[in-house]
């Protein structure tokens, strides 16, 4: 089949499989065509496979690209392999073959002798050879927009084929061309050439990124073909590109190899095989059964790589399966930075950094038969050597250097300190050997370097593109490798430090990636160029010197040796002399150190102080901000010094002052024989008795003796004062005695006296004879101190003594009477309680022998007991005796107790009458005689047992009647006098005939100790009436109606001919007269006849309609006496039938579609409803029933007996419009209607209300609104609103899709309908769709789906673009490049109507954001917009800093009052402006010299550091060499007697290198000329060639002396004059500030009141008055009335435009016609709009582009209208006046007032381009009153100009051409147009209101501002005038002239003509004009407060020493060379 290249006749060979069909030859088949000839190749496939000419196909390469006329000749090559195809998207049936080349590249034998292939190194190499596959993948991948996936798959499962690895990732796959050029040997990226298809095609190298992690490390073309074979035996390569149909498969294996050189074949050719995905026909080795899971996974992949290795080597096998743990670490440690990004995996970093490197996942899989798969991604790994270098590290070195061209390394190094007793530096498992070595000795010092930590491992490991390169490693570099000798850091923290190098791709490795080939010798070059980068930043510096202080500053923080544990907090020291040092100190409880521990209370001894101190542990404190235990290498204590009771301090001293080798038995001893000396206790002795015994009990005023003290310490020896000389006598002891008495209220002092010790005699205290309250006492004894009256003594109380006792009352004197307990009566007991009490009050109790006696006249008393008790009380008193009256009687008590000194009381009481004992009823007879019906009565008294009338509570009382039945009982009550008359009702007997005898029983329930009384009553008969009887007549016969009888009647009838008789009680008829007819009642009727009465005839009675209603007729006779009825009950009967009457049984609601679940009951009634009740069950034939739209299919009528009815069931309507049916029941000639309700179906659909098209998108721009609301309304099947409630309804949603409200549940309401609201879309921009969702009864309901098309919104700012001149240098004190600002949308465009005023500028010192806040400064913008530059903001002339280093830029804008959008901050490097001056470091003092012989005297400088600066004091000059002439010249300009320098010479040159020059002393000639006393100026001249520009001399005035003694005189003077010459610029400077602040705000002052002026001017031409007092509370009261008044007139009803907007997605699109103006007239809007219909909806764009976007975004639905689209030469003048109009002049007088449609528009914005829409749209309309005035407008207008259409306000239309009328020509009614009309506008109160708000609030700001700036002006005069000022000035003139005197003196010029100031001024350059900028008055404000600290602190050495001038181009200070 394959056949090469014809040569001669340019005949190509191809191979062609056809694919067209599904089942299709397999076969593929070799044609040979011309090479060029499209159609030759053509005819030869359709030759081939039978096609017809006519028949459509494709023909494509295996990478579906297709073959045409057009690229035959750049594709069709020799030996392809192509496709018969239906089309080029067509998937494979079934698999292919395509013919590869793999000829080894001529690279294979150039370079195949560079490397040996994989040198060991001592490891094995397996885990490098993966490594090369990996890097594949990773380069791979390196294009993915999402996660980087990369597998490693270990298939050692025996039950899935023999054992195989592979690496499967989903970068972008490769084409079979592409695998074609994997195959050959050594063809790297660098060797395809453009025309060669391959994933490396025209080869670009990456971006320069952080570490150069880019991913490209696939490069060679060697390392992924020698690793598969080293693991394996076979490599199997499946690759799918992205887009692509096809997956390549190609093989090579040894085994295939072997066997071509067996068969003597082309070994370099093979096959590569085309499929579909997931096809695994072709594996039919069992040994590769693995491989169907693998192709399985292939579906759904868009595009992959997978490589399977299989033959692995057994011992492989065994190495991979039991090293997981080993080699998996060595993978994650050789791509660390790939996985964990630049800065490395930092466990303890917060927040990990996002990024770029956290989508790479490299994942490990292991598969073994019976075991679960082991997974591992390499980003879980902790422990790589990577990862604990970075972890372990304390702090870090970076540098970079600079190698051969674009050869970069990054470097870092890194710190791993020591921690108390072990390295940090972590052991690497992977070179044991190495760290096992031990340290050789170096011969080269008298030292051992110590070799801890690292040991002799290198310092760096290397990394190329990111990827480590195992094999190579860099042992140190000169700068950071051991120091020759000791220097400032120790030797063993050379050995704590590790490292990286990452190059980028300038260096050569082998192609293994094994080993550099040349890095170590390129960085070790002599050239290379290594500077340190801090903050991102390089800074060349000396690395080598940087690199030792780095070092030595880790060491210092880092190394720990002290444990500092039990962390307390973090303190402030006021005992430190340093504010500085102050804060922070970190307190601790304990220390662990050398071993031991020590914690607070310890007792410990200190070793080295002045004094040794004895003490216990208080804190331990350690300077800076910890937090928890930490380690450092000191710290200090505090301690309590021991004992307390002698030393009251606190020590502070260093931790190393501790003296480790004291025991705590010694220091206690020590503490204890100290505390021996102090007080101990109290000896106390009774020298004259009357001693007072511990708890004692004394009477009161019994005396206490007197008492002597002694105070003895321990040993028992006396004491007045503290031990101790120090103490003196501030320390004497005295003693105190006080007498306590304790109560209920506290403890009272009541005795207190001091004693001293008076040498010859001891403690004293008198006798006490005073107390004499009874109570519990302390008698305290207490040692205080003199002077202090302290009973402590360093926190230790001082000896005390203590007597407790009782004091209790004396014998009884005299007594007194308690209070009683009132009421007393008359035999009842009572108590009389007596209080007895001694000589002081005090209760006292009663001896036996007293026993009282009691008298009162008139009374008998005797008693019972006496209780002899604490409470005297005599108990049991009775009294009795005539009190004569209920109300009781006053009687004196006298009680008399023998034997007191006063022994009577006399008492007054009130005796009362007892309690009842008997009742007195009157009259006093036993009989009484009264007619029955008749009452009876009683006089009743009620007496005690004395006789006496008594009266109590609840005395009732009774009588109770016996001999009849039902007779009353009556009562009286006598509670209130104790007498009453006893009545009641009246005693009535019923049938009595004749006299009958009753029995009357009075008695008091109450009392029972009270007996009855009892009366005889004879009752006689009555001959009142006494009974009733009622009779109805029938003709001549009487009928009599007994009590209760029912009578039926017929319904709605009347009863007639009722009577009625009365008897008396022995039946005797009673004639019935007018006055007993008064008192008969009816109930039936209110009217009575009393005349019919009085014949004993009764009202008719009618008979109630209704069957239901009986009448209940009572008649009643009611009198005085009696009361007599009688009552019968009349019942309907219902009359013949009349009517037909149907009832609902349940709700008359029928759902549409469903049966009425209610019954109908049927029934037949009389002419009153009443229910006939004689039907027979035939009758139901008779009923019918019938209605509209019903449906009879389920009707059945029942007859129910029971209830004689019909039942009707089965009523179901038809489907149709819901609302209400009419039923018709008719039975014979009668009929009835019943109305039902039918309703809407159950729920079966959501539908949206006032909703557009479902099937179009709406529009809507991102965060947002939709257009209208979404409300939803639930619906049946037939579309009937279903009124539900409370259905669930939601919105279902893409997670990308936000909605604000946030997406919740809604329920729908009683009307079925939910309103969702108008919602807030925040989405991407595209297509969207939003999906309703509700369920009702579980089923879910079919809900619409709502299209969204989301624009971005083209008014959010989301970006600052930032341009400016980036290659500009920033010299100090110039001005910035001009910096262009723009605004960028959410849609990409400037954003152009921007408010320059948000737009700022900040700058501030430092790289980071962290200051800016402190010290920023804030610049505005320069110019704003205008028609050329729209959109972009200038920042120009911005002065750079004049101070050089770092700063950050950064621009905001704020869009509104929250939020603010930042740029990114700009970093630049400020550097020193052009060379100006030469300067001194320090400023020297004024030398004053004589030409003595001592050089001291003639030296005029020492030790000068001279160096050149520019104007703002930055040092500069680093490139510039030269010589520095130093020369003397005379002050006065005369050159006579020069003084000469030593040698004679008048010129000494000094050479200047870099910049600078160090002058080590500069002498004068001995016996030098010049003139004694005579002042010198030292001139010192910079000659440097290359500088052009001149440069100002450095100038320092001297005194010459010839005399040595004068000359130190003038030297002390000198001295003194420079003092004061500082002291005086500081005032001075500090006054200057002062006064241009107090300038600055007068004119700030003056400003204000000018604006408030203004503006108040311009309210009073709006009528607003402003009053001059509370102006504030009157424009805030106006404001809020205005505002309220505002938005009243917002909230009218308005005509609105009920057409949706167009979302204005861009700012060039304007809206919709509708939407773009308003007008006020009714009529006018009613009759344009309408003119206008077609034209509402157009949307109006100012481009083409924009409208096309919205055509497309609507599918050509929406109609667009470019404005630039618009030929404006013909649109009309919107100054032209009406056509009627010439020359100013009517040409006829019109009617209607006339005028153009469009003057009656308002337009709210876009006022310009509006004009040139309706200019096109409605031209030059007019519109007049009506038809007739425009008929005769237009008939006048004819004659003389062309007449346009033409509108009237009442909607007709006369068109341009003359035609009106017809439906066509006149508007419909407001309400038909929909809503599609012109909005009203605001009324012009409105803005006018607006206006006027505005005004009021720029005032309200100018009033404040006003105030503001007064009281800052009020508060700098006062203080401007305060004394310590005005002291201050007296200050500065004193100083002044003293410095006159002292120049005068020394002979120098005044300070004030110097002309050349030493350094430069120090004041502020303030502008002139008179309001200097906020940053200026800023920084005199930060001027005057420093100046200010200066002139008030003492003025000394100090000032005379300036800060020295540092470099802040290399940021280190200047030193003095040695």
Not at 618 to 633: E, I, R
Not at 850 to 878: F, H, N, W
Not at 1417 to 1438: A, H, I, L, S
Not at 1752 to 1772: A, C, F, H, M, W
């Amino acid at each position: 089949m394959a056949a090469g290249r014809d040569g001669a006749s340019n005949i190509l060979t191809v191979f062609v499989y056809d694919r067209r069909q599904d089942v299709s030859d397999d076969s593929e088949k070799t044609l040979n065509c011309h090479e060029g000839s499209y159609e030759g190749f053509r005819s030869a496939v359709c030759q081939a496979f039978g096609i017809s000419s006519d028949e459509a196909f494709v023909i494509t390469t295996t990478s579906r690209k297709q073959i045409t006329s057009e690229n035959f000749g750049g594709i069709v090559q020799d030996r392809m392999t192509f496709y018969l195809l239906q089309s080029v998207d067509q998937s494979l049936p079934s698999a292919t073959k395509e013919r590869i080349d793999f000829l080894p590249h001529y690279d294979t034998l150039v370079k195949s002798g560079m490397y040996e292939y994989y040198a060991s190194e001592g490891q094995n190499p397996l885990p490098f050879a993966l490594a090369e596959l990996i890097d594949n993948s990773l380069s791979a991948t390196s294009q993915n927009t999402g996660i980087r996936s990369i597998q490693l798959k270990l298939l050692f499962d025996d039950a899935q084929g023999k054992p195989a690895v592979a690496v499967i990732d989903n970068g972008r796959g490769m084409t079979s061309k592409q695998l074609n050029n994997w195959a050959v040997y050594r063809l790297s990226k660098f060797t395809r050439h453009g025309d060669t298809e391959s994933d490396h095609s025209g080869y670009v190298r990456p971006a320069s990124v952080p570490r150069s992690l880019n991913s490209d490390i696939s490069y060679f073309g060697v390392g992924g073909k020698q690793a598969a074979f080293f693991v394996g035996q076979s490599a199997r390569m499946i690759s799918k590109p992205a887009d692509a149909q096809d997956v390549h498969e190609l093989v090579l294996s040894k085994e295939d190899f072997e066997n071509k050189e067996r068969n003597k074949e082309a070994i370099y050719s093979g096959y590569i095989r085309n499929r579909k995905p997931s096809d695994s026909s072709h594996i039919v080795n069992d040994d590769e059964r693995f491989l169907l899971n693998v192709i399985m996974e292939e579906k759904n992949k868009e595009s992959f790589t997978t490589v399977v290795i299989t033959g692995v080597q057994p011992d492989h096998v065994q190495y991979l399966r039991n090293n997981f743990y080993h080699w998996t670490r060595q993978l994650a440690h050789i791509y660390h930075y790939y996985i964990h990004g630049p800065k490395g995996n930092e466990n303890n970093s917060p927040v990990k950094e996002l990024g770029a490197f956290n989508s790479i996942d490299i994942e490990i899989s292991m598969f073994e038969k019976g075991k679960i798969p082991k997974t591992l991604n390499l980003r879980e790994i902790k422990d790589d050597m990577q990862t604990l270098y970075i972890n372990t590290a304390a702090d870090s070195f970076e540098f970079k250097a600079q190698v051969e061209g674009e050869g970069v390394v990054e470097g870092i190094i890194r710190y791993h300190p020591f921690l108390y007793d072990k390295e940090t530096y972590p052991e690497d498992p992977c070179f044991p050997s190495r760290l096992k070595e031990e340290d050789d000795d170096n011969e080269d010092e008298c030292f051992l370097i110590e070799k801890g930590g690292r040991g002799k491992r290198p310092i760096f490991e290397c990394f190329w593109n990111g990827r480590l390169i195992p094999y190579t490693t860099v042992e140190v570099f000169e700068w950071c490798g051991f120091p020759k000798k000791r220097g400032l850091v120790p030797f063993e923290c050379y050995n704590r430090i590790s490292g990286v190098l990452f190059t980028n791709d300038k260096f050569q490795v082998s192609t293994n990636k094994l080993t550099f080939m040349d890095l170590e010798l390129k960085l070790k070059d002599k050239d290379t160029l290594f500077t340190r980068v801090v903050n991102g930043q390089e800074q060349r510096m000396k690395i080598d010197r940087e690199f030792t202080l780095w070092l030595k500053d880790c060491h210092e923080k880092y190394d720990k040796q002290i444990k500092f544990t039990l962390f307390k907090g973090i303190i402030t020291r006021t005992d430190q002399p340093s504010k500085r040092m102050q804060s922070p100190w970190a307190t601790y409880s304990a220390i662990e150190w050398d071993g031991k521990t020590y914690k607070t209370g310890q007792l410990i001894k200190t070793i080295k102080t002045v004094r040794i101190f004895h003490g216990s542990i208080q804190n331990f404190f350690l300077y800076g901000d910890h937090d928890g235990d930490v380690y450092a290498t000191g710290g200090e204590v505090q301690i309590a010094l021991e004992p307390q009771a002698l030393y009251d301090e606190k020590k502070i001293i260093p931790i190393c002052k501790l003296d480790r080798s004291a025991s705590d038995k010694a220091v206690k001893k020590y503490i204890e024989e100290e505390m021996a000396k102090l007080p101990d206790k109290l000896s106390v002795t009774w020298p004259e008795g009357d001693e007072l015994s511990p708890n004692e009990t004394r009477y009161a005023g019994t005396t206490i003796g007197a008492l002597r003290i002694e105070i003895v310490n321990k040993k028992g020896e006396a004491m007045q004062k503290l031990p101790g000389a120090s103490h003196g006598g501030s320390k004497k002891l005295l003693v105190e005695l006080k007498v306590i008495l304790h109560s209920s209220d506290g403890d009272k002092e009541i005795i207190s006296h001091i004693s001293q010790h008076g040498g010859k005699w001891p403690y004293w205290f008198k006798k006490m004879e005073t107390i004499n309250k009874l109570g519990s006492y302390t008698l305290k004894l207490q040692v205080v101190l003199n002077e202090s009256n302290a009973d402590t003594y360093a926190g230790r109380p001082l000896p005390s003594k203590i007597f407790k006792f009782n004091i209790i009352a004396g014998k009884p004197q005299k007594f007194s009477i308690g209070l009683l307990d009132p009421p007393f009566c008359v035999g009842i007991p009572f108590s009389i309680p007596l209080s007895v009490q001694d000589e002081f009050g005090h209760d006292a109790y009663l001896t036996d022998d007293i026993v009282p006696q009691l008298e009162a006249s008139g009374l008998t008393l005797t008693y019972e007991e006496i209780d002899r008790g604490p409470d005297y009380v005599i108990k049991g008193v009775l009294a009795k005796g005539l009190v004569n009256n209920y109300q009781g009687k006053n009687f004196n008590l006298k009680v008399t107790l023998p034997g007191l000194r006063e022994e009577t009381q006399v008492l007054r009481i009130k005796l009362h009458p007892g309690p009842p004992r008997r009742l007195n009823v009157r009259p006093d007879s036993n009989i009484f005689k009264i007619e029955n019906g008749t009452p009876v009565s009683f006089q009743i008294e009620v007496l005690d047992e004395v006789g006496n009338i008594t009266a109590q509570p609840k005395l009732i009382v009774h009588c109770k009647f016996s001999g009849a039945p039902d007779l009353p009982i009556y009562s009286v009550d006598c509670s209130s006098g104790g007498l009453n008359i006893l009545t009641g009702p009246f005693l009535h007997v019923k049938n009595i005939k004749k006299d009958q005898t009753l029995k009357a029983k009075i008695e008091i329930p109450s009392c029972k100790d009270v007996p009855p009384v009892e009366k005889t009553i004879k009752l006689l008969p009555s001959s009142r009436v006494a009974k009733l009887q009622v009779f109805s007549m029938e003709g001549e016969k009487a009928t009599q109606i007994k009590h209760q009888d029912e009578i039926s009647w017929v319904a709605g009838d009347v009863m007639q001919n009722l009577m009625f008789q009365m008897y008396d009680e022995i039946e005797k008829e009673i004639i019935i007269t007018p006055a007993l007819a008064e008192k008969i009642k009816v109930n039936w009727t209110p009217k009575i006849s009393k005349e019919q009465l009085v014949k004993g005839l009764l009202p008719d009675v009618k008979v109630p309609t209704s069957v239901n209603d009986v009448r209940y007729c009572q008649i009643t006779f009611l009198d005085d006496h009696v009361s007599l009825e009688s009552a019968f009950i009349v019942r309907p009967l219902p009359d013949e039938a009349r009517h037909i009457k149907c009832k609902l049984k349940g709700s008359n609601v029928l759902q549409m579609g469903e049966k009425l679940q209610a019954e109908i009951e049927v029934m037949i009634t009389d002419q009153h409803g009443n229910q006939i009740q004689n039907l027979a069950s035939s009758s139901v034939s008779s009923l019918g029933i019938s209605g509209n739209g019903l449906d009879k299919t389920d009707l059945k009528i029942f007859w129910q007996a029971d209830t004689q009815t019909f039942c009707v069931k089965g009523i179901r309507f038809k489907p149709g419009h819901p609302g209400i049916k009419e039923l018709c029941f008719g039975w014979h000639e009668f009929s009835h209607f019943l109305r039902l309700n039918m309703i809407a179906g159950p729920p079966a659909k959501l539908i949206l209300m006032d909703w557009i098209d479902l099937g179009e998108s709406v529009s809507v721009i991102n965060g947002k609104e939709l257009p209208k609301p979404l409300i939803v309304q639930l619906c049946d099947q037939w579309d009937n609103p279903s009124p539900e409630p409370n259905v669930k309804i939601s919105l279902v949603k893409s997670s990308i899709i936000k909605i604000t409200p946030s997406n919740q549940l809604y329920k729908t309401n009683e009307n079925g309908r939910a309103n969702l609201g108008v919602l807030n879309i925040h989405a991407p921009r595209g297509e969207h769709m939003l999906q309703l969702k509700a369920t009702y009864n579980k089923t879910i309901l079919d809900c619409p789906v709502i299209k969204l098309n989301v624009l971005p919104d083209p008014d959010k700012p989301v970006l600052l673009n930032v341009k400016y001149d980036k290659k500009a240098a920033f010299a100090a004190g110039s001005t910035f490049p001009d910096f262009m600002i723009s605004v960028i949308s959410e849609d990409g465009n400037i954003i152009k109507n921007v408010n320059p005023g948000r737009i700022s500028m900040k700058i501030w010192e430092g790289g980071s954001s962290e200051t800016r806040l402190s010290n920023a400064t804030t610049c505005g913008c320069t110019k704003t917009k205008d028609d050329k530059d729209e959109g972009f903001f200038y920042f120009r002339d911005k002065m750079v800093p004049e101070q050089v280093g770092i700063y950050s830029i950064q621009f905001a804008f704020a869009f509104d009052k929250m939020n603010i959008l930042s740029s990114e901050q700009i970093i630049v490097e400020v550097v020193p402006n052009e060379p100006a001056q030469l300067m001194p470091a320090s400023l020297p003092d004024t030398p004053v010299v004589s030409n003595d012989d001592s050089v001291a005297s003639r030296t005029l400088v020492k030790d000068l550091s001279l160096i050149i600066m520019d104007k703002y004091k930055n040092c500069t000059g680093n490139d510039l060499d030269g010589k520095i002439v130093a020369k003397i010249k005379s002050s006065t300009g005369k050159d006579a007697d020069i003084p000469l320098f030593q040698g004679k010479t008048s010129t000494v040159e000094f050479p200047f290198h870099k910049g600078i020059v160090e002058i080590e002393a500069l002498v004068l000639a001995e016996n030098s000329p010049g003139r004694d006393s005579t002042e010198y100026i030292l001139v010192f001249e910079p000659v440097i060639p290359t500088l052009k520009k001149y440069l100002e001399p450095y100038c320092l005035q001297f005194m010459f002396y010839n005399d040595f003694k004068r000359q130190q005189q003038m030297a002390t003077l000198t001295k003194q004059r420079d003092n004061l010459a500082q002291s005086i610029d500081v005032y001075r400077k500090w006054f200057d500030a002062a006064n241009r602040l107090l300038s600055e705000i007068k004119c700030q002052a003056q400003e204000a009141e000018t604006k408030e002026a203004h503006l108040k001017a311009e309210l009073e031409k709006k009528q607003i008055e402003i009053p001059q007092i509370n102006a504030i509370q009157y424009v805030d009261s106006l404001l809020k009335k205005n505002i309220s008044e505002q938005e009243e007139i917002k909230k009218q009803p308005r005509r609105t435009c009920a057409i949706a907007n167009y979302p204005k997605g861009s700012q060039d699109v304007l809206g919709k016609v509708a939407h773009l103006a308003q007008i006020e007239e009714n009529e006018a809007a009613k009759v344009i709009s309408w003119h206008l219909a077609s034209d509402m909806d157009c949307v109006i764009t100012r481009t083409t582009a924009a409208a096309r976007r919205i055509f497309d975004e609507t599918q050509g639905r929406q109609q667009v209208l470019p404005l630039e689209s618009i030929y404006k030469k013909n649109l009309p003048d919107w100054n032209r006046t009406l056509p009627h109009l010439r020359n100013g002049r009517n040409c006829f007088d019109p009617l209607g007032n006339p005028v153009f449609a469009r003057d009656l528009l308002t337009f709210p914005e876009h006022q310009e381009s509006c004009q040139t829409v309706f200019g096109l749209i409605l031209g030059d309309t007019i519109i007049v009153d009506n038809l007739d005035a425009a008929n005769h407008y237009r008939n006048e207008v004819v004659k003389i100009a062309y007449c346009p259409t033409l509108l009237t306000r009442e909607g007709d239309r006369i068109r341009s051409n003359g035609k009106f009328g017809g439906l066509q020509n006149k508007a419909p009614p407001m309400d038909k147009l929909r809503g599609m009309v012109f909005g009203a506008p605001l009324p012009a109160r409105y803005y006018s209101l607006s206006k006027q708000i505005e005004l009021l609030q720029q005032y309200h700001t100018a009033v404040v501002r006003l105030n503001k700036v007064r009281a800052e002006l009020e508060i700098q005069e006062r203080s401007l005038n305060t004394p310590e000022i005005q002291k201050k000035k007296e200050e500065f003139a004193e100083k002044e002239r003293n410095l006159k005197l002292i120049e005068e003196k020394i002979g120098m010029t005044p300070t004030g003509r110097c002309s050349k100031s030493p350094l430069r001024s120090e004041g502020l350059d303030v502008n002139d004009s008179p309001s200097p900028p906020k940053r200026v008055r800023r920084e005199i404000v930060k001027k005057l407060h420093s100046s200010e600290e200066l002139v008030s602190a003492p003025l000394t050495k100090r000032q005379q020493q300036t800060t020295t001038v540092t470099s802040e181009v290399n940021g280190s200070s200047r030193k003095k060379k040695t």
